[in-house]
């Protein structure tokens, strides 16, 4: 009875325990049998600096008598020779180019003197841009060469010479940067997406020579040449084949056209023929007929070609772009249709089923906040005004972009409407009623339009009825902008205008830059730039306003003996930022950085750094905005905030803002801020004010065309100041600092509290 209740009771887990069993009997058998002969070498051997592995190589190892010594590891410590000089490790300025990545396709185009400034051209503007780089080849160089086009000239008009000396160029200077090269002649029209597509299936390590093969004149073998009017392709490694045989075919294959001298030398010499399709790729190309129409031609071969030959004008190269351009609309188009077809079709196998599917079909949902911080505010609009404004007026007028993109918006939501309802019913706008929009960071601007339309029906009758449409545009694909490489070794010169008034912050932006900067051996030179009054200037001699200033620089030249702070003093009744840069743009060679600063800002390394990144000579200037605290009166009134807060509220951005109304502080070059003085001179001949009126930022933008670069800048503090505004300067530039000071008070919130308080106290 006691063995059946027992029994009864782990019943349930005897299933586990034959398991467990079972498995370990099984491990403990393949134990063994592994194991083998404990007497057994393992025939690895490392005495001789030698690793032996396999049966082969213990067998000889054992007739070699270190056939029975057991694996040993030995460490290899490093130790510096110190009679061996030390190599420097160099490293290349890209990665792509240390791990030997090549760039995919490298086009050259044979041009002549005749055609550089017509045909060339037209190719340039069309499809010049789309391929990574574009080489023109032309035998002699007009005397105006066409402004952004890459044009190599080798100094003879042969045809044949042309191609010699362009083939020997491409392998010469660009032979290991490329995996494809494409040779083309200006009469030829591209498709710059497909042909970069082909490429990019095509493997790099074949000797390929690809285009539309062409009979021999005689037509008696069976190798063919590719016919230059449609562009052919060659391989990094045909071409790298081809280079020690070009002299011997420059000089024995005799031939008229080119494209048939380059087919002979490549087919006496490689072996190799021209083909139309490789590893199931075809090239495919299309032949332009005399007078041919490209709006009208609708063929399948015509829409799906790489190249299109014989171009006879630029006017003709340019309608075919379009027409291209329209091809590629329309197809993809029809790609996003396929795609929302079946993302709609996949949504019923998905938990949340249709209701899942967002509008528009395939745009990124709308951000969902999380908290009521994060709520995307609506801008409410009409066809005139706008109800919020850059300067928090309530109302302003519609004006410049902003009108634009609602005439736009307004004039796609009633084609929509004439679309989806036409025959039965067709709309004409009469006005917006109400207009609501928001820009979503997750899928674009968001708009919801309250029109009046008037509907017409088939029969002539019309209503006025009132209609809410919804509109998105989404935001496009990411494009990444090539920019120029910068270092953060440059040096940087800071500037520091001081005028009287500003004498008691100097000593506070000393004590910061010679910690920031000096103790930490940074590459920066800073210069004081004195301002005095005509008043101060004439009792310099008798009593110097800027002599406590002047002996703190002293003091930090006295205890960095290696360091010298020049000073220029300047003597001016309205301190414009202009004029100053003016005198210290003569007195810097053209290729400085120059750091523009003020004397309440907080130079660190995080800053200088950045300024060297974000200013590019003859590219990008950089005008940082500033985080500014704000007034300690407002914020803490009676009580004084605690050190470890304090320390805390400064690193996290807390208690302050950006000030985007200030534009003291900029990174620019020398040589960009003296290009676009140059180009404002004539202005300033028909108007002498213009000097006192604009700031440093204002001539980089309407004269330089340059990209100005403006953005936050979390490394750059300044603590709280009332600046004084002076009001001989533009009307713009006084109202941008009585705005700062006035935002820089406090936050709502902290003014709310304090007008609160203010009338409590006042009530009792």
């Known amino acids: 009875m006691r063995l059946s209740s027992f029994l009864a009771v782990f019943r349930p887990a005897l299933p586990l325990i034959l398991g467990l069993s079972l498995g370990c009997s099984l491990s403990l058998l393949m134990v063994s049998w592994t194991q083998g002969d404990a007497e057994d070498s393992c025939g690895d051997e490392l005495g001789n600096g030698r690793l032996h592995m396999g049966r082969g190589d213990a067998q000889r190892d054992s007739r070699d008598g270190g056939g029975d010594e057991d694996f040993q590891p030995r460490v290899v410590p490093y130790h510096k020779d110190p009679n061996k000089p030390h190599k420097k490790v160099l490293r290349t300025r890209y990665i792509h180019t240390e791990l030997g990545i090549r760039e995919r396709l490298l086009v050259g185009v044979l041009t002549s003197r005749a055609t550089l400034n017509t045909l060339a051209v037209a190719v340039n503007r069309t499809v010049g841009h789309r391929f990574h780089r574009t080489f023109f080849f032309t035998g002699l160089r007009s005397p105006k060469v066409p402004h952004g086009m890459t044009v190599v000239a080798h100094g003879d008009d042969r045809p044949v010479w042309l191609m010699y000396e362009t083939v020997r160029h491409l392998n010469h200077h660009y032979g290991s940067d490329y995996d494809w090269f494409l040779l083309a002649q200006d009469d030829t029209y591209m498709q710059a997406d497909r042909l ?6 095509l493997s790099a390590g074949q000797d390929l020579y690809m285009g539309r093969a062409e009979e021999f004149i005689g037509g008696e073998e069976k190798a063919r040449y590719c016919h230059g009017g449609y562009g052919y392709l060659l391989s990094r490694s045909l071409l790298s084949r081809l280079q020690p045989h070009l002299d011997t075919c420059r000089n024995d294959i005799l031939s008229v056209r080119p494209d048939e001298w380059l087919g002979r030398c490549i087919i006496d010499y490689l072996g190799l023929s021209c083909v139309e399709a490789y590893q199931e790729r075809t090239y495919r190309y299309f032949e332009l007929g005399k007078n041919a129409d490209p709006e009208r031609e609708d063929s399948i071969q015509f829409k799906t070609a790489f190249t299109v030959h014989p171009i006879s004008e630029p006017s003709l190269m340019y309608r075919l772009h379009k027409r291209f351009s329209q091809i590629e609309l329309e197809f993809t188009y029809q790609q996003i249709q396929q795609l929302q077809v079946q993302i709609n079709n996949l949504s019923d196998l998905t938990p949340e089923g249709r209701a899942g599917v967002t509008w528009p079909v395939g745009i990124n949902p709308p951000f969902k906040p999380r908290t009521r911080f994060e709520v995307i505010n609506w801008e409410y609009f009409t066809e005139e005004h706008i109800y919020s404004c850059v300067d928090s ?3 302003c007028e519609m004006r410049g972009a902003d009108r634009a993109d609602v005439s736009a918006v307004l004039e796609v939501a009633v084609e929509r409407l ?22 979503d960071p997750t899928r674009g601007m968001e708009y919801v339009l309250d029109l009046a339309l008037e509907a017409y029906t088939q029969k002539g009758h019309s209503q006025v009825l009132a209609k809410r449409v919804n509109l998105l545009r989404p935001l496009s694909a990411v494009e990444i902008i090539p920019m120029p490489y910068v270092t953060e070794a440059t040096r940087v010169q800071v500037i520091l205008p001081v005028t009287a008034q500003d004498q008691d912050f100097v000593g506070n ?51 960095y003996g290696d360091v010298k702070i020049p000073w220029i003093s300047v003597k001016t009744e309205v301190p414009s930022q202009v004029k100053l840069m003016d005198i210290i743009s003569k007195k810097h060679p053209v290729d400085t950085l120059f750091f523009l600063a003020g004397v309440w800002t907080e130079i660190n390394a995080d800053f200088l750094n950045r ?8 590219w990008q200037v950089f005008f940082p905005i500033h985080f500014q605290e704000y007034s300690p009166g407002v914020m803490y009134r009676d009580q004084q905030p605690s050190a470890a807060s304090s320390s805390f509220a400064s690193e996290s951005l807390r208690d302050g803002h950006f000030d985007r109304h200030v534009f003291e502080e900029a990174c620019f070059y020398n040589a960009d801020y003296m290009t676009s003085r140059t180009k404002m001179a004539a202005d300033i001949l028909d108007n002498e004010e213009l000097l006192e009126s604009l700031d440093v930022y204002d001539i980089f ?51 709310a509290m304090a007008l609160f308080e203010q009338e409590q106290a006042n009530s009792t």
């Open 393 to 395: 007026s309530p109302k």
């Open 418 to 439: 004439n679309e989806r309802y036409q025959p039965q019913l067709r709309f004409r706008k009469r006005r917006l009623l109400n207009g609501y929009r928001r820009f």
């Open 196 to 201: 970069s597509e082909l490429v990019g299936h």
């Open 611 to 618: 300024c060297r990144m974000n200013a590019i000579s003859n």
């Open 509 to 559: 932006f000393l004590d910061v830059f010679v910690m920031n900067t000096l103790d930490t051996h940074d590459n920066v030179l800073l210069t004081f730039l004195f301002i005095y009054d005509p008043f101060d200037a004439q009792r310099v001699s008798q009593t110097d306003v800027f002599a406590g200033i002047k002996a703190m620089i002293g003091e930090v030249e006295k205890r």
């Open 701 to 751: 933008v309407r004269y330089s065309g340059l990209h100005v670069f403006r953005a936050v800048e979390p490394a750059l503090i300044q603590k709280y100041v009332r600046r004084a505004c002076n009001p001989r300067f533009s009307e713009d530039i006084y109202h941008r600092c009585v705005l700062s000071n006035l935002q820089g008070l406090g936050s709502r919130s902290h003014l």
